[in-house]
Nanobody
């Protein structure tokens, strides 16, 4: 079982990035997917979640209206489109997978990716 996140990088304030999370080794279409982030010296923070069928999404207030989560079950991939990026968005972004709703939003997922670094700076 593996989750491989990619798409991070250095971007100026106001810029955009699209993160991808490719899943291997489990039935992706049966799992809810989420994104969390962790900035240096801070606790891990929930960013967004999408249900297994893509019909329901939820966002942290800090990213609502700027970030969009989506998934393509045919490609075993979840995405996080990040627009209007701010320096406060700088963090290591992790994707997670779990079939349990309580686990996917609480950070207690069974499966985690290693993360991709997002740095927002001028």
């Amino acid at each position: 079982v593996q989750l491989q996140a990619s798409g991070g990088g250095l971007v100026q304030p106001g810029g955009s990035l699209r993160l991808s999370c490719v899943a291997y080794g489990f039935t992706f279409s049966s799992y809810h997917m989420s994104w969390f982030r962790q900035a240096p010296g801070k606790a891990r923070e929930f960013v967004s979640v999408i249900k297994w069928n893509g019909n329901s999404t939820y966002y942290a207030d800090s990213v609502k209206g700027r970030f969009t989560i989506s998934r393509d079950n045919a490609k075993n991939t979840a995405y996080l489109q990040m627009n209007s990026l701010e320096p406060e968005d700088t963090a290591l972004y992790h994707c997670a997978a779990d079939p349990r709703e309580w686990a996917i939003v609480s950070g207690r997922s069974d499966y985690w990716g290693r993360g991709t670094q997002v740095t927002v700076s001028s």
